[in-house]
């Protein structure tokens, strides 16, 4: 019964986090029509939204998305030619679990985490 998951995020500007994810990332934007307070972005498969939350203390943000991806060491790569900041404790790896992963924080401290099966 259940095809797709849309996570939603929060954001304190929504033209910072526009430009993050669009010029830095590479998503486009999703739709045709310019919601105020919210935004909504797609890259592949991925479609992520956003809702506007000025007050947002990025220090209390657990905001957090798991993404699947099937090549991750071109899309890490990717990351760092673009100059994207990868978290501190997020660098490409393999984690037991059977996966390689690595890890971003938007502007809003969203964690995203990439990762690919290695099974």
Known sequence: MLTEIHPKLP?????????YYINQLGFEIFGNVDHDGYLMVI??????????FKELDIIDN???????????????????????DIHLNGKLETKPWGQREFSLLDPDHNLLTFGESIM
């Open 62 to 84: 657990y905001g957090q998305v798991y993404i699947r991806t099937n090549d991750i060491d071109t899309l890490y790569q990717t990351m760092l030619d673009n100059n994207v």
């Open 43 to 52: 890259k592949d498969n991925i479609q992520i939204h956003f809702f506007e």
């Open 11 to 19: 954001m304190r500007n929504k033209l910072r986090t526009k430009d």
